[in-house]
């Protein structure tokens, strides 16, 4: 099923293996963009200038945080000005570069003039940081390029002997402002702007003949494999989602080959030029693997495209632990000294940029390997990445999306279910109230001044500590955001005094938490709620929680042409549809399943229940029960998935009573290392005598992301319905999502919350009913993933047990998947009798497919 799409669009088709559109494949402007080369003024100033080392003292490890805060702070400077003023102006100056024109283009923060006899117009570039500006003896160097860059070509296209250049900075802690100004002749600004382009002109003649190979490459490439069912109906859906700039909600069972279905179209449309860079955001690293061997296989096919996979910091740091300053790290010294010839000589005579290829190169170089993978980015035609570098707003990519224009990117969002609750973390904030305990007693040695700032605090998080039983709904924080400004102003100045102190550490980090949170501050709004609680250690909390990250993600969505969710258990998609994404036009579909049904046996117990009201000897006894049977009706590799690690400890004790030593055990721990989780999943290999049962955790590690293929997993058990755990955090989700909260004295109705809930599950009331957003939803995806974990391809066969009799309630079913249409009902006494009738028609099907090989 296909929603979103008009009737014409519907008729396109591919012709043969390729991509064809109807009239709308820009063709004449395919040729004009394949000579046209951007980059933005910030990004050209900042290549050409950089220089010295990678410093994180001194509060420079806090810039990123200004730039998020610093966007308000420029629209209130700029509405302070004169009427004359103009605000964020379009600049852009197309530069003849041989064979191609090299477009130089930005917004001007501000532009405005002055009679002193003869009118001079001036370019106003603002700055806002935490620091204090006062103390500024003169612009930054590559602040004041950036403003000479608008300059000129402001100056040139309306023929001006000379321009103004005002570079304005802003204590964003005290909003005190400081000023340095120029006026310079345009000769002047003509010939250093020629230097500066010619600085660069080495890099846009390579990357102009680099996108030709490209674009030369996809225009004959053709789909790697025979088209599966349905498969060439989701890569032309992705192609129309991309040709109509909109955003595609992608919901495909496994073996439906969502994964190439996705990526070839967009590989397609840059070869069309409807693109120029293709983000692959990912939520696990395994996803990433999987990424880079789709875009392997089409290279294998023809495709010339440099593909760059960003590692974490942590586990690309040649160091044992990243601290990013020459004091303590080789690499940072002189890094800006050396990393563009590193990247130069990389991007020159490579086109996979895997952790090992960046860690050789970066070592030979000397220079920081993450640093010289984000500089990568800006060359490569595909990034690999986790999603924190396109939505976090503390992580993303600033070489692309720092101008908040957007740009010709292509976002596949993968496994797109995990981004509700990863968009809720990104855009939360929390602070502990023994957290300022703790730095209090740090600064009392340091500085008297912030010691008392953080009592301050404290004592407001004390009275509401006071007030706090479970947890509270507070409606403002009322002055308590003046005494974070006050204790976030002293630390800065202190850090940036205090180079090096023992404590640094713990201090930048605590700052840092501060200052995110009253970035987050910055965003209250209808879609957030402020409350209290204490967590599992006792720590009290007060939490700024985002319940609906969709506006915010949108924000992040703006700043490419076209993105697509896609995932394997996307539903009920409107759930997902709401949360993800605040528009309203976008597209979804719905691809069925490629698997024979006769393939899988699914069941529901209807004699057992996972309730905390049933938990009990006898109820894990029955479970213990089911395990068993399901293991001895055919010698294979099992998994049952339990609601907690405690419960899944409740039914080992009986399961291994009732199977003794006629199955091999092994058992899912909590906080298990990489080698160990490697050595959980190779149990799964290899021939054995009788059945393995493997326990794990719902939601955990191993109910996602393994891809056990043929016999190595022929049977999973969900225990449970995977709802969340009952806690502060689900509990004001439940009370947001009914319409039971109140904002700033006002009650904010569900009708307010995005959408009709999805399923349109309403409780007595004829109100949305919370649960299933706080829990249902939530807890059924966890089932699906888990259930997806037997049947991985066409020939593959198995069980899926469902123990749980609330899945036979009309809500539940109403979540199931098409494909579960076929759901059988069963109890202890009729199991048996059903996984006989399955595996027999199993072993007729073997033995009819080996008689027809």
């Known amino acids: 099923m296909t929603e979103g799409f008009s009737e014409r669009e519907m008729n396109r088709e591919l012709t043969g293996n390729n991509l064809i559109e109807e009239k709308e494949t820009p063709q004449a402007a395919e040729v004009i963009e394949a000579k046209k080369l951007r980059i933005s003024v910030r990004n050209l100033v900042e290549f050409v200038f950089r220089s010295g080392d990678i410093d994180n003292r001194g509060g420079k490890g806090v810039r990123q945080e200004a730039m998020q805060q610093g966007s308000r702070m420029h629209r209130k400077i700029q509405k302070r000005m004169d009427a004359e003023y103009r605000a964020e102006v379009p600049l852009k100056q197309e530069l003849i570069m041989g064979h191609y024109v090299l477009m130089v283009e930005g917004r001007a923060d501000g532009v405005f003039w002055r009679e002193t006899g003869t009118k001079i117009y001036y370019i106003d570039e603002i700055k806002c940081m935490y620091t204090d500006v006062t103390r500024l003896e003169c612009p930054q160097p590559v602040h004041l390029a950036q403003a000479k860059c608008y300059a000129y070509i402001f100056a040139a296209q309306n023929g001006l002997d000379r321009m103004g250049v005002q570079i304005t900075y802003c204590d964003l802690d005290t909003e005190t402002i400081r000023r340095f100004e120029e006026v310079i002749p345009f000769a002047d600004l003509s010939c250093w702007f020629g230097e500066l382009t010619e600085a660069y002109r080495k890099w846009a003649d390579y990357q102009y003949e680099w996108n030709l190979i490209r ?136 086109h996979d940029y895997t952790r090992e290829t960046l860690l050789s190169h970066a070592e030979r170089y000397r220079v920081c390997p993450f640093e010289m993978a984000l500089d990568l980015s800006l060359w490569s035609d595909v990034i690999i990445c986790d999603y924190n570098y396109v939505f976090d707003p503390n992580v993303y990519l600033k070489r692309f999306f720092a101008e908040g224009v957007r740009g010709e990117y292509l976002f596949l969002i993968d496994e797109a279910h995990n981004l509700v609750e990863r968009g809720r973390e990104m855009y939360s904030a929390t602070l502990l109230k023994e957290d300022f305990l703790k730095m209090k007693r740090l600064f009392r040695t340091y500085s008297t001044k912030i010691a008392s700032a953080l009592e301050k605090c404290n004592r407001q998080l004390l009275e509401w500590k006071r007030e706090c039983e479970r947890y509270t709904i507070l409606e403002s924080v009322g002055t308590f955001a003046f005494s974070l400004m006050r204790l976030m102003s002293l630390m800065d100045e202190f850090l940036q005094r205090r180079a090096e102190f023992p404590e640094r550490k713990e201090a930048t980090e605590f700052y840092l938490n501060l200052r995110h949170f009253m970035n987050m501050f910055e965003r209250l709004d209808e879609n957030y709620v ?184 022929i049977g999973v058990l969900v225990v449970g319905t995977g709802l969340p755990q009952i806690c502060s955090r689900r509990e004001v989700l439940k009370s947001y999502y009914n319409g039971e909260l109140e904002q700033a004295g006002e009650t904010v109705h569900s009708e307010d919350r995005g959408g009709d809930g999805g399923s349109g599950v309403r409780n007595a009331h004829g109100r949305k009913d919370g649960f299933p957003y706080a829990y249902q939803y939530p807890g059924m995806n966890k089932v699906q993933q888990a259930a997806g974990r037997v049947i991985r391809t066409a020939q593959d066969y198995g069980v899926i047990g469902l123990l749980d009799e609330r899945f036979l309630r009309q809500d539940y079913q109403l979540l199931f998947p098409r494909e579960w249409d076929d759901c059988r009902v069963c109890s202890l006494e009729t199991l048996p009798e059903l996984l006989e009738d399955f595996w027999l028609c199993i072993n007729r099907i073997s033995t009819s497919g080996n008689e027809n090989n």
């Not at 496994?254 to 955001?281: H, N, Q, R, W």
């Not at 303590?328 to 130069?344: E, L, M, S």
């Not at 709401?578 to 698997?595: E, T």
């Not at 199977?659 to 999943?681: K, L």
Request: net charge neutral.
């Open 215 to 350: 674009r030369d490459s996809i225009l004959p490439l053709e789909f790697p494999f025979p088209w599966r069912p349905g498969q060439k109906k989701l890569a032309e859906d992705v192609y129309r989602t991309i040709i109509r700039e909109k955003i595609l909600f992608l919901q495909a069972p496994t073996g439906t080959g969502k994964t190439m279905a996705t990526v070839f179209p967009a590989v397609k449309a840059v070869g069309e030029g409807l693109s120029d860079k293709i983000f692959y955001l990912t939520a696990k690293t395994i996803t990433r693997t999987v990424a880079k061997a789709a875009f392997d296989i089409l290279k294998e096919a023809g495709y010339r495209g440099k593909v760059l996979t960003i590692t974490a910091k942590e586990k690309l740091c040649p160091l044992e632990e990243p601290d990013c300053n020459p004091v303590h790290c080789p690499y940072a010294k002189g890094h800006y000294d050396r990393v563009n010839d590193a990247v130069f000589e990389l991007m020159t005579t490579e």
């Open 530 to 713: 402020l409350y209290t609680d204490f967590d599992g250690e006792g720590h009290f909390c007060l939490h700024l929680y985002c319940v609906n990250p969709a506006q915010n993600l949108q924000e992040c969505l703006d700043r490419a042409r076209s993105a697509v969710f896609f995932s394997a258990t996307l539903l009920p998609v409107q759930y997902y549809k709401n949360l993800l994404s605040a528009r309203r036009d976008n597209y979804a579909v719905y691809a069925a399943s490629v698997f024979p049904k006769d393939h899988r046996l699914l069941f529901i117990a209807r004699d057992v229940s996972s309730l905390y009201t049933r938990r009990n000897r006898t109820e894990f006894d029955k479970i213990s029960s089911y395990i068993q049977i399901m293991a001895q009706a055919r010698r294979g590799n099992y998994i049952v998935f339990f609601p907690s690690y405690q419960y899944m400890e409740c039914v080992r004790e009986a399961f291994l009573l009732q199977s003794g030593a006629s199955v091999d055990f092994v058992m899912q721990s909590s906080h298990m290392g990489e080698e160990e989780r490697e050595a959980f999943i190779a149990e799964f290999s290899g021939e054995r005598e009788r059945s393995l049962v493997a326990f794990c955790v719902l939601g955990g590690i191993f109910s996602e992301g393994i891809d056990l293929k043929h016999d190595r997993l």
